[in-house]
């Protein structure tokens, strides 16, 4: 199995501009986790998903955060317009619900200038 | 508020010394308990998990992870260390039965002088 899969590795961007995050969760993985991980507040869930539904969301900082689930395989971490405070690496992790381990893809380094 | 605490922020070892980082949670309840790792420049791996059942858990590399209900505690323990764990350790919660949000401690920087 190829894990889970997260594109672009690296991202950097300008204050203001539309920032798309993809992940690709495990196949047979039913729940997709949306992590952020900075210097200053560590490793936060944003939000999960189990079925493609959103179970909790209460970590998304703010309504320029956007996620989304369309399938069981791809999920989207949406930021607009983003700012220089959301540069952070972003994790996708998934597992198969329950709290089953959570295995984490390679992560996305955002930079906003 | 549900949260873990990790106490070591950064921890310097010789080889072959011995290793315990410490993580406590703060609910009473039923919890499950991991302990992941993140090697410099790569993603969160599972390092062991603790569900139920015998409180020592053993997992990965050698690691050792001991529940301690009393004490709120989840200790990570390596017997012997190498330079190859030099690492970031994550003590990592998950509190609500039917939840899956994983509460993270802020994390253990390990760095093994050869």
């Known amino acids: 199995d190829a894990g889970v899969i997260q594109s672009p590795r690296h991202e950097v961007t300008e204050m203001g501009q539309e920032v798309t995050l993809r992940c690709k969760p495990i196949?047979?993985?039913?729940?997709l986790f949306w992590y952020r991980q900075t210097m200053m507040r560590g490793l936060e869930l944003l939000i999960y998903?189990?079925?493609?539904?959103?179970?909790?969301d209460s970590g998304m900082p703010e309504d320029r955060f956007s996620a989304k689930m369309p399938n069981a395989s791809f999920s989207t971490l949406k930021i607009q317009p983003s700012e220089p405070r959301d540069s952070a690496v972003y994790f996708c992790a998934s597992s198969m619900g329950g709290q089953a381990t959570q295995y984490f893809g390679p992560g996305t380094r955002l930079t906003v200038l | 508020a549900q949260s873990v605490s990790q106490h070591n922020h950064h921890v310097i070892l010789s080889e072959a010394a011995s290793l315990e980082l410490g993580c406590n949670y703060s609910y009473g309840g039923t919890v499950n308990l991991f302990w992941y790792v993140q090697y410099p420049g790569q993603h969160l791996q599972l390092l062991l998990k603790y569900f139920s059942g015998d409180p020592l858990v053993k997992g990965i590399k050698g690691f050792e992870a001991e529940f301690i209900k009393s004490k709120f505690s989840f200790n990570l323990r390596k017997p012997s260390v190498q330079w190859s764990d030099t690492a970031e350790y994550f003590c990592a919660a998950c509190y609500n039965f039917g939840n899956e949000k994983l509460t993270f401690g802020t994390g253990t920087r390990l760095t093994i002088i050869p």
């Open positions: 998903f189990n079925n493609n539904v959103p179970i909790d």
């Open positions: 196949s047979g993985h039913n729940s």
